[in-house]
Each structure stands twice: as structure tokens, then as C-alpha cells.
């Protein structure tokens, strides 16, 4: 009997998950905020003193939202409990690290984000194999497991870096990953797949949203590296389960530049003692706001705007082939 009630009502239990996935963060974060760490401010980023004291470590409290509305409103799939999981290890990496007196060591971060890379690439491979499809051509291939895994990784392991880096305006990161995983589910929409994980990106766009309630500018709260990283991991596998992982370039393009030049100038200033874009400031939105003179708001709307165009160009582009 119960399986049934739930089986007649999906359609309005599927909109109350999203409802209390969206009010619940609102309230939580509200109710919450004093119990967070509080941020210590920047040195070397754009007003990065303005956030000296502001509570810290929202990303703790999303994610959880997100997790509890999940497994309460969306069907039962191990595929998809898995990627809880590993989004939840990535909000956990970060949220310690926001709590940490000292902050954790780069390399020690890049090994933790390597191994939830690893399991990431290996639950999709295990569920789904090694196909990947191109938008332009609609061509099919099926890549030998250890490349297709090595790809893997590597998205997933420069998503969560350069979604992390791309964090430090009101706002910014929030809006855009809330632009890119409403890409995603667009496209898995086109291509027919509006399964349970399509409606797991609109329970994180939800409580993404009840974030940004309280991050707008000016922010009275931030989602500290407990938020960016489980974005940038939710972000790669949303690439790799669209079965187009490529598309990521375009979808995440805005996060993608803003966040991994900074992480190209560094390495190859640290390894390579190589120097380039001397008199470029990174990440891009640093560059906007102390050089081009931008606003946070502006810097928020026309690095959005970008995004959406670019998004809405491809999207276009698959409707009309």
C-alpha cells in the first residue's frame, strides 16, 4: 500500500524534496551560522580582509541538506548513493580544513582529491563502461579502460581544484555552478535521460540557492572549500553521467578559465620556474575587480552572463542538429 501511495505521487513528492531541500537550507544556515568557523580573511586576494570574522564553512550544511533530501524524496539507486558519498568526502576534506587552525597543506588536499577522483572514475566505469559520445557529430567511441579512467580522474580532480579557486566573490562560484548543472540537466533532457540523477542536480541546485539567499552580495556567510570542492565533484560527475564528459569544457568554461589559470601560472612558476601572465592577477575574477575595476556584483552578472550565453549557444546547437 505504501509503495503505491508513493509510486501514484512521485510527481508531488519530487516537488516537495525540492521545496524542503530549498527551505531547509535557507533555515538551517540562518538558524546555524554562529556554530560555524569563522573566516580569517585573505592575504593576497581583492578585499580578501573583508571576510575576516564572517561565519565560514556554509558548504558543511548544504551538503548535508542536500544529502538528507536525496535520500529521502529520490529513488533508492546504489550508483547514485555512491556519488552522495564521494560528494559528501569532498565537503568533508573541505569542511576540516575550514575548521583547521592551520590550513592543510596543498599537497595533502591533492592527495585527497585524487583518491575521490579515483572512486568517482571507477563507480561510473563499474555502472556505465567507457562510451563517450561528442555532441557535434553524435559519433560513439568506447575508450580502453585505463585511458578512459586516467580522463576520469583528471576531470574530477581539476573540477573540485578549479571550482575551489574560482571562489572568493560573493556569490560568484555559487552562480555559476547553479548555471552549469542547470546545463547539464537540460542536456540530460534533450537525450532523454531525466532519471533520478537529473533530479538530484535540481535538489543541489536548490539548496544552492538557499545558500546564496545568504551569499549575495554583501554576504553574510561563506561556503569555504566544504562548499566549492563537493560543487566541483557534483559538477564532474554530472559531465561524466551526461555520457558526453567533454561537454564540461563548455558547460563549466567560466569556472574552468577563472579558476585553473591561476593553477597553470602557479605550477609552472613552482616546478618549471616557469613565469607567465606576470601582470595578469589570478583567479580572473581578482583581475576583474582590481584592474578592470569591477564590482562584485558586476563581476557576479557578466561572468554569469558569459556562462549562460556559452551554455545556451551549445544547447541551441544539440536542439536545432
Known sequence: MLAA?????????ATAGIMFAFFATVLLLWKCKDKLPRDLGRDFAVDGKLSAGKPRGAGFLFVLIFAAAALIFAPFEMEWIIYLLLVAASMLTGFLDDCSKNPWGE????ILDLLISIMVAVTYINYHGTKVAFLVTDATIE????LFAI??????????????CADGVDGLSGTLTMITLASFYVLNAIFGQEGTFNYLLLLFMACLLGYLWHNATPSTMLMGDAGSRAMGTLIAIAALVSGRPFVYLAFALVLFVDGGIGLVKVALLRFLKIR???N???????QARKVNGWSNTQTVYRFGIIQLVISAAVIYM????
Not at 107 to 110: D, L, N, Q
Not at 318 to 321: C, D, E, F, S, W
Open 5 to 13: 501511495f508513493f509510486e501514484s505521487h512521485m510527481n508531488l513528492i
Open 107 to 110: 599537497y595533502k588536499k591533492a
Open 143 to 146: 575508450l580502453p579502460v585505463w
Open 151 to 164: 580522463l576520469a580522474v583528471v576531470l574530477v580532480w581539476a573540477s573540485i581544484n578549479v571550482t575551489n
Open 276 to 278: 607567465i601572465l606576470k
Open 280 to 286: 595578469i592577477r589570478t583567479p580572473l575574477h581578482d
Open 318 to 321: 544539440v536542439l536545432m542538429k
